[in-house]
């Protein structure tokens, strides 16, 4: 039974403070743009080498090189810029909101350097991550250009479309679609799958996570999304759960939430074992994935650690599983 991550990775530990010491400097002006950019790629192979030496099987780069989820976006497509800060939905983190000028713009290249340089350095299955367009239009925060949310989100979709073909081009197969608005706002899901049918236009395998809070209501409807993958918490809210009973309406791999990422409890090996004995009444083994519930940049790294190493565990436990 396969591992995965979703999400950022903690971008510092006790032992291991580089990136923030050189993004100060780099602030005070002591360190230019290539020192900066070495560094990053020091801390991206860093986290890379943490997932693999945990035993997960397909990674990602940790997305050390991003201050938020919407970040590079908002930072580098044509007629958008970051923001005011704004808390990033029911967590103690913030994200600059995006504000869009003018006709979003993208030639496709923004996260080819970065997944390039990682998968230079990985070993194992490595996968890209981009935004979901459902949540860059709804967390921005001004729009001169689109008149509607329907607008806007069709237009971020056409930017990110712009992105995956780079990525397809860059060696990418699979892709997180990371989309917590559309858990947030479900009522929006019609909305989401018409974005979503423009993504797949691109030709990658997608995975779409919608997390933060419970899918249950909706999952029937993600199951007609034109995705490979779809990941589902059920663990870290008390409704979570109540999913399990309705993955069997899905045809995807389904990537099952089993960690929380937002709680320092570390959970043990026979609680993850049942809720995947529990899923696998309704999906067979060989279309589950375990993984944690979002990103784990949430928790201390030592405890990140801790939890990396009960998924794999699991994993391994219950691997045989049927």
């Given amino acids: 039974m396969k591992t995965t991550v979703v999400g950022a990775y903690p971008k510092i530990s006790d032992e291991h403070q580089d990136l923030r010491r050189a993004l100060h400097k780099y602030d005070r002006g002591e360190l230019d743009q290539p020192g900066l950019e070495r560094v990053v790629d020091d801390t991206r192979a860093w986290a890379i080498g943490e997932l693999e030496a945990a035993g997960i099987d397909v990674i990602n780069d940790g997305q050390v090189d991003r201050d938020d989820l919407l970040d590079p976006f908002a930072g580098s497509w044509g007629n958008c810029e970051r923001g005011p800060l704004e808390r990033f939905y029911d967590n103690n983190t913030y994200f600059r909101q995006p504000v869009i000028k003018g006709p979003i713009e993208s030639d496709g290249r923004l996260l080819v350097t970065p997944f390039t340089r990682a998968k230079a350095i990985a070993t194992r299955e490595l996968k890209a991550s981009i935004v ?141 074992g049942e809720l995947v004995e529990a899923a696998l009444k309704h999906v067979s083994a060989d279309h589950l994935w375990l993984s944690p519930t979002t990103g784990l940049e949430y928790l201390p790294h030592d405890v990140a650690k801790k939890k990396l190493s009960a998924l794999a565990d699991a994993a391994r436990v219950t691997g045989g599983v049927r």
């Fill in 132 to 272: 979901g367009p459902l949540t860059f239009a709804t967390l921005t925060a001004e729009d001169r250009q689109y008149k509607t949310l329907e607008a806007r989100v069709r237009a971020v979709a056409g930017a990110l479309t712009h992105e995956l073909r780079g990525l397809r081009t860059a060696g990418a197969t699979l892709v997180d679609v990371e989309e917590p608005a559309l858990s947030a706002h479900p009522e929006q899901v019609d909305l989401a799958r018409a974005a979503f049918d423009q993504l797949a236009t691109a030709g990658v395998d997608l995975a779409l996570y919608p997390y933060f809070f419970p899918v249950d209501r909706i999952i029937e409807k993600l199951a007609a999304f034109p995705v490979a993958q779809i990941g589902v918490d059920v663990r870290s809210r008390d409704s979570s759960s109540r999913a399990i009973e309705q993955l069997g309406a899905i045809r995807h791999t389904v990537v099952l939430g089993v960690v929380d990422a937002r709680n320092t409890r570390v959970e043990t090996a026979r609680e993850i």
